[in-house]
């Protein structure tokens, strides 16, 4: 069994040190930049050399490795690492026709630097690793952890994620049809109709460990899946629910992915009508964004739900008649390619 | 260029290539010492400064050891720009 412990979240919305979802920060010209804290533990000398998505990372884990001080070890997920530094890098080699480089762009602009920015802080030489499987980087991060615990029953790891908005990537991204090219608010998400969605970034950490004492949330099972065919969708979240909730049961909560990108609309839509009337349907993109990692905000929140027992108002799509909230079902795709499902229940 | 103007100059690209944001160029001090007390740069730094002379300043820097000396403070690095630069 793999259990949630405390967790840590920096997204655009007030979720760090604590979740306030009272007020939605509403997007600017589509995109959803986080909220930063001043990160007090990161050294100075380190803070001004790190670009935001290792910043974010290494801010967030370092609150958790306060408490939880030896991690067996760091599995951190970044589709796209230090997008910024690796765009400035770039342009360092066009600029000085491939001669004198400076350091700091490139060392960050990789994408094992926050797993590796963390170990360094923390002095910690465990296992080390970092997934970068596009939309599916946090699942796959998730899922090593889950065969990590299933070798080593008394181990503790540290699973994140992490993903910034780089102008410059966004606008290629934007170009190629990805991001909205109309302004889209995100409080008007999912009834603009449109090609594109809004962009995104955060970062999420959490410790992860076999013990069930203490725990905030339980992993029942995860699922990936490559592909555009929505049957085989389908049937694959048919099969998933069947091998791991009791027959004639449903999950509580459904958060879906869903980013307001007609052309994904059709996926949702499936994974939607395969649940019941019980079932309250929920989202999360009109507060994150959207990016690779952006599973790991939906992860975050299903832990917080199933800790405090309250879905916060301004995730509800529809209500079900289930008042539960004891086990949630998260469905994400990525472009319309990636897809995943987690269950996750009370410990 | 006068050199007080240079300090200047040299002290406004310190901060933007070294991304000292909460550093200001009257804060650097022309006698201080940029490595260790002072400023408290370290070895990656180093390099930073040594590619900021080259790419502003058209001087090649070879031998580590004149490096850490031109290195010194404002005061040494002004002095070896006027002294060496071919741009």
């Known amino acids: 069994m793999v259990y949630f412990h405390e967790s840590v979240c920096i997204s655009p919305q007030k979720s760090f040190p604590d979740m306030d979802l009272s007020e939605v920060r509403e997007s600017e010209n589509n995109l959803l930049d986080v909220i930063e804290p001043n990160y007090p533990g990161i050294p100075a000398g380190a803070k001004r050399r790190m670009g935001k998505s290792v910043r974010m990372a290494v801010g967030a884990a370092l609150p958790l490795l306060e408490k939880y001080p030896l991690p067996d070890g760091i599995i951190i997920a970044t589709a796209n690492g230090g997008m910024e530094d690796c765009i400035k890098f770039l342009n360092q080699i066009l600029e000085y026709k491939e001669g004198l480089l400076t350091p700091a762009n490139f060392v960050q602009s990789t994408s094992n630097a926050a797993a590796g920015q963390i170990a360094m802080v923390t002095k910690n030489h465990q296992y080390n690793t970092t997934h970068v499987h596009r939309g599916l980087a946090f699942e796959n991060a998730l899922m090593d952890v889950v065969m990590l615990i299933e070798e080593n029953k008394d181990a503790g790891y540290l699973l994140g994620s992490t993903d910034e908005i780089s102008p410059y990537n966004y606008n290629i991204d934007r170009l190629a049809g990805w991001y909205a090219n109309e302004y889209i608010a995100n409080r008007n998400l999912y009834h603009s109709k449109a090609k594109g969605t809004i962009a995104g970034e955060g970062t999420f950490m959490v410790w992860v460990n076999g013990e069930a004492q203490g725990a905030s949330a339980r992993l029942v099972a995860i699922k990936t899946l490559h592909g555009e065919d929505v049957s085989s969708l389908q049937e694959t979240l048919k099969r998933f629910l069947s091998e791991n909730i009791s027959s004639g049961q449903m999950p509580d909560i459904l958060i879906t992915g869903e980013n307001g990108d007609e052309r994904q609309q059709p996926y949702f839509d499936a994974v939607e009508s395969t649940m019941d009337a019980r079932v309250t349907v929920a989202r999360f993109k009109h507060l994150s964004g959207e990016y690779c990692t952006a599973s790991s905000f939906a992860l975050w929140l299903s832990i917080q739900i199933i800790q405090s027992g309250t879905l916060p108002a301004v995730l509800i799509k529809k209500r079900g008649s289930s008042n539960a909230s004891r086990q949630i079902l998260i469905y994400n795709n990525y472009r319309g390619l990636q897809h995943s499902f987690m269950l996750v229940s009370a410990p | ?87």
Not at chain 2, 43 to 50: A, C, G, P, T
């Open chain 2, 1 to 87: 260029m006068e050199t007080a103007e240079l300090k200047l100059q040299v002290k406004q690209q310190i901060i933007k290539f070294l991304n000292l944001t909460t550093v200001k160029p009257e804060d650097i001090k022309d006698d201080e010492p940029l490595f260790g007390e002072g400023l408290g740069l370290d070895s990656i730094d180093s390099i930073e400064l040594i590619v900021l002379l080259s790419r502003e300043y058209g001087i090649n820097i070879q031998d580590p050891k004149e490096g850490r000396k031109i290195l010194t403070d404002i005061n040494t690095m002004v002095a070896y720009i006027e002294k060496n630069r071919t741009k």
